[in-house]
T-cell receptor, first 111, second 112 residues
Framework: SQTIHQWPATLVQPVGSPLSLECTVE??????LYWYRQAAGRGLQLLFY??????ISSEVPQNLSASRPQDRQFILSSKKLLLSDSGFYLC??????????FGSGTRLTVV | DQQVKQNSPSLSVQEGRISILNCDYT??????FLWYKKYPAEGPTFLIS?????DKNEDGRFTVFLNKSAKHLSLHIVPSQPGDSAVYFC???????????FGKGTSLLVTP
């Protein structure tokens, strides 16, 4: 069966520090992968999506970047975090059907 | 630009009664609609969906209604239970190859 792993669960980082969040999917190949952020009062905002290795589409200009170095690995990064980067980050995958399967999320607090 | 709108940020319902969560959308190309349920500090989980060729889909206590002409859908939970207390997100997409557009969510509280 397919599973999605996302870590860490919580993270507190100072302003200006780098960020790396990792997401991996097991039990499937060539998934579509997504990074979403849930910020207060903003719902679920699509940040990046990827349909294959090295293929990244950005939905919102921001201080973040994403990479897909392997088929089932999706990484969210920042060189210098801002206070506004705080939020709940969610990784999701789909195998081409309509529904997503979400990871358990990472609560990022930038201080 | 918010293409999927959930105008009620919160809803409180008594246990055993019906919960009705509403969702409106602006993009007429949306062809498939989904509801997700989210508990605090967890990822959303899929609840129920509906294709634009239907106007109703039912799964146990959960029913989703779609009114394409009004660009409106609703989720009915009958009877509501305290365990249903969560944030509910409405989502829509033009087809399976596109990312989901989510609303801002409605926080449902079911009181005993």
């Amino acid at each position: 069966s397919q599973t999605i792993h996302q870590w860490p669960a919580t993270l507190v980082q100072p302003v200006g520090s780098p960020l790396s969040l990792e997401c991996t999917v097991e039990g499937t190949s060539n998934p579509n992968l997504y990074w979403y952020r849930q910020a207060a009062g903003r719902g679920l905002q699509l940040l990046f999506y990827s349909v294959g290795i090295g293929q990244i589409s950005s939905e919102v200009p921001q201080n973040l970047s994403a990479s897909r170095p392997q088929d089932r690995q999706f990484i969210l990064s920042s060189k210098k975090l801002l206070l506004s980067d705080s939020g709940f980050y969610l990784c999701a995958w789909t195998g081409g059907s309509y529904g997503y399967t979400f990871g358990s999320g990472t609560r990022l607090t930038v201080v | 630009d918010q293409q999927v709108k959930q105008n009620s940020p919160s809803l409180s319902v008594q246990e055993g009664r019906i919960s009705i969560l509403n969702c409106d959308y602006t993009n007429s190309m949306f062809d498939y609609f989904l509801w997700y349920k989210k508990y605090p500090a967890e990822g959303p989980t899929f609840l129920i969906s509906i294709s634009s060729i239907k106007d109703k889909n039912e799964d146990g206590r959960f029913t989703v209604f779609l009114n394409k002409s009004a660009k409106h859908l609703s989720l009915h939970i009958v009877p509501s239970q305290p365990g249903d207390s969560a944030v509910y997100f409405c989502a829509a997409t033009p087809n399976s190859g596109y990312a989901l557009n989510f609303g801002k969510g409605t926080s449902l509280l079911v009181t005993p």
